[in-house]
């Protein structure tokens, strides 16, 4: 059986992204048009935007949120930014120029109460045949969950950060 996927990719491990990415570039090595949307980054230049302009013709990445949330200076303009973020996922969603979208760090949109919870799962339950979707994020909820054909949960064992060791470049972003 052939059957769009929607992947969750959860939990308080590192690894959320970067397997959402692997999934990414096997999907690229077939040929698929792939749009990655990130809800939360900021500023800071990642790894994975570099990488897209080698794939001009299949990639797109949409970084578009202000940053971090849980040090907002503004949580009211994150709210407004949230909900302009996940209209403009809608429109990718339904858009059928995808075989795959990565919804990166979706569920704190829910989380943080930031999006209807209802809206997201109605869309992405309704999301066009043949478009594999991934969420990523820690706390993703029992509704997304629970709608996902595969979750995989990633756990803590040990990161450098607790040993005091920052984030590296072609690691962490």
């Known amino acids: ?69 849980w040090r907002s200076d503004n949580i009211q303009q994150d709210i407004q930014v949230a909900k302009e973020a996940w209209d403009f996922a809608k429109q990718v969603i339904a858009s059928r120029k995808f075989k795959l979208v990565v919804l990166d760090e979706l569920t704190y949109l829910i989380s943080y109460g930031m999006v209807d919870e209802k809206d997201i799962l109605e869309c992405l339950k309704n999301r066009p045949e043949g478009l594999h979707v991934i969420v990523t994020g820690r706390d993703a909820s029992s509704g997304l969950k629970d709608l996902a054909d595969l979750v995989t949960e990633m756990k803590a064992i040990k990161h450098p950060f607790n040993e005091g060791i920052k984030g590296q470049r072609g690691i962490e972003f």
């Open 1 to 69: 059986m052939v059957k769009s996927l929607l992947i969750v990719n959860t939990g308080d491990g590192k690894g959320k992204t970067t397997a959402a990415l692997g999934q990414v570039f096997r999907a690229l090595g077939h040929g698929f048009k792939v749009c990655v949307l990130q809800f939360l980054k900021g500023t800071w230049k990642y790894g994975e935007l570099e990488a897209a302009k080698r794939f001009p013709d299949l990639l797109e990445i949409h970084t578009l949120g202000r940053g971090f949330t």
